[in-house]
């Protein structure tokens, strides 16, 4: 009886013990959850804020974001890796804060000096950016410092070429650019997507990584329904 008693209540507490575990994880679960959506919510503002000084039209950053994730999975990347390079690339042109309207919003073409200055928001974002210990913030200053380097060498603000540019800001890159070329600016019209593609096709393998863009256009379908779809989301909520 006292074995069968002792074998009982170790019983019990190896019951108790994988409830407190299985508590604990869920508890962390929890935290880590709203950890994540309080990081989100607060770099979508702060991309928000920038988008709408430089008066871009629809949600260009997270046209950006959801595109980078999609073409990441095509990729074969991890989800957790996903997410990271989806918010991550919210705040790409985070720069921009610095650069005064009077170049920023500029409806002509734009002298060398102010060109460079346009330019400077990629080691400004940098700036802004690094020195966090978070991993993610460390992340988006890479991409901001580096989204508009070519593989060709002749981007900036280091001209890398090829596989020294990350992968994530050649991901960024690609889906950066078409959403640019498919939106109005002050200075031009927008592009069809059809019009956009041909365009970036001829930039294969100099300013766009060859398998990155291919793997673009493999999903691209795919990617302006997502970002169809999004848009209706947004104007029935308004």
């Avoid at 979508?44 to 959801?66: C, K, L, Q």
């Avoid at 200055?117 to 200053?141: D, F, N, Q, W, Y």
């Avoid at 890159?173 to 592009?191: G, H, I, K, P």
């Avoid at 990155?212 to 104007?235: C, G, K």
Wanted: aromatic share 6%; charged share 30%; proline share 3%.
């Amino acid at each position: 009886e006292i074995q069968v008693a002792n074998a009982l209540r170790r019983r019990r507490l190896e019951l108790e013990g994988r409830r407190r575990r299985q508590d604990l994880e869920r508890r962390v679960d929890e935290q880590m959850s709203l950890l994540r959506h309080s990081n989100e919510e607060t770099i979508r503002r702060f991309s928000y804020a920038i988008e709408v000084r430089n008066r871009e039209t629809g949600d260009h950053v997270g046209r950006v974001g959801d595109g980078c994730a999609l073409l990441a999975e095509l990729l074969g990347w991890s989800e957790e890796r996903r997410e990271a390079l989806r918010l991550a690339s919210l705040l790409h042109d985070v720069g921009k804060i610095a650069i005064p309207d009077r170049i920023l919003l500029k409806p002509g073409p734009l002298t060398l000096d102010e060109r460079r200055e346009i330019e400077s928001h990629t080691t400004i974002g940098h700036r802004i950016l690094s020195g966090s210990p978070s991993e993610l913030l460390t992340l988006a200053a890479e991409v901001a410092l580096h989204h508009h380097e070519r593989v060709d060498g002749l981007g900036y603000p280091h001209g890398l070429r090829g596989g020294s540019i990350p992968l994530e800001a050649r991901i960024v890159s690609v889906v950066d650019v078409f959403d640019a070329l498919t939106t109005n600016r002050a200075y031009r019209q927008a592009y069809s997507a059809d019009d956009a593609a041909a365009v970036m096709r001829t930039e294969r393998g100099r300013q766009f990584d060859a398998a990155v863009l291919d793997a673009f256009f493999e999903i691209l379908p795919d990617t302006l329904y997502m970002w169809q779809d999004s848009a209706a989301n947004r104007h029935a909520v308004a």
